[in-house]
């Protein structure tokens, strides 16, 4: 993640806060995962995009929104991709069937 943040930075400035983080894929994983707790932590707004079935844990959902009321971001689980992309600062995508998983 910290590559991916970094990336950010050179492309917005050292300060991420309030940018609009979209992520589109499998939510359940790793990579939507970290990406959810490091965007919280930095203040970031991390939209998840996918269906519920696809849907990040509950409860690591509920710590990262406490961690993101506490540096200023939010995290959102949303279904609809026009909502969730509208005014996007950067959307990262991955894949929907991960290794191993069969279709």
Not at 32 to 38: C, I, K, R
Not at 41 to 68: M, T
């Amino acid at each position: 993640m910290i590559a991916d943040f970094m990336t950010m930075q050179e492309y917005f400035g050292p300060n991420l806060k309030g940018k609009k983080l979209v992520y589109v894929g499998d939510a359940q994983g790793n990579v939507a995962n970290s990406l959810m707790v490091t965007a919280s932590k930095l203040g970031l707004n991390y939209v998840v995009l996918a269906p519920h079935s696809l849907s990040p844990n509950p409860s690591l959902v509920k710590k990262c929104q406490e961690f993101a009321r506490q540096s200023g971001g939010s995290i959102t689980l949303e279904v609809d991709w026009q909502r969730a992309t509208k005014n996007a600062d950067v959307i990262y995508t991955d894949v929907w069937v991960s290794m191993g998983e069969d279709n």
